[in-house]
């Protein structure tokens, strides 16, 4: 669910502020939020392509895609002292239906990594950054993940990234 207050670039109420600081420049509701969402699409696609730290304007920091790998098993013992075994893997639950017990996506296509949209707070340069966070929209995940299907040489291109 969304946050009671919160601030998009493609609202009404920025197309007003916009509007109220820049009234030499006639432009239409419509034509505002192509021109935001057509560069945000760029710069997206431009990241996916390159695998390239992109520094944000204004101090916001830099964003690109990390890879990292996920821990495979952690043993603890539960309240009872039963040594319980989790992994860190999501579930095929598809596959885990058919064979009747747990099956494990593996990320075979990857080599076991997964990647993620990563936003470098410690580069951004205003005040109060570190109660922030960033997560890509569902479109540029979903195509980071095309990405990584269709061609094995993206898998390569992006990095494990050192904040």
């Not at 669910?1 to 493609?10: G, N, V």
């Not at 064979?99 to 470098?120: E, P």
């Not at 898998?155 to 990234?161: C, D, S, V």
Request: charged content about 25%; glycine content about 6%.
């Amino acid at each position: 669910m969304r946050p009671r207050i919160d601030y998009r670039s493609t609202s009404k109420a920025a197309y007003n502020d916009f509007c109220s600081q820049h009234p030499n420049e006639q432009i239409s509701f419509i034509q505002y939020k192509e021109i935001i969402l057509g560069f945000n699409t760029l710069l997206a696609d431009h990241v996916l392509e390159t695998g390239e730290r992109i520094k944000l304007p204004f101090g916001l920091g830099e964003i690109s895609i990390a890879k990292f790998r996920p821990p495979r098993q952690k043993t603890f013992l539960n309240k009872t002292g039963k040594a319980v075994t989790i992994t860190g893997l999501p579930i095929n639950w598809q596959k885990t239906r058919e064979h009747k017990k747990i099956i494990y996506h593996l990320n075979a296509h990857t080599d076991g990594n997964k990647y993620r949209w990563k936003w470098f707070v410690k580069n951004a340069r205003f005040a109060g950054a570190g109660c922030f966070s960033f997560r890509a929209n569902r479109i540029p995940s979903r195509k980071l993940a095309q990405y990584l299907k269709s061609d094995p040489k993206y898998a390569q291109i992006y990095r494990q990234w050192q904040d």
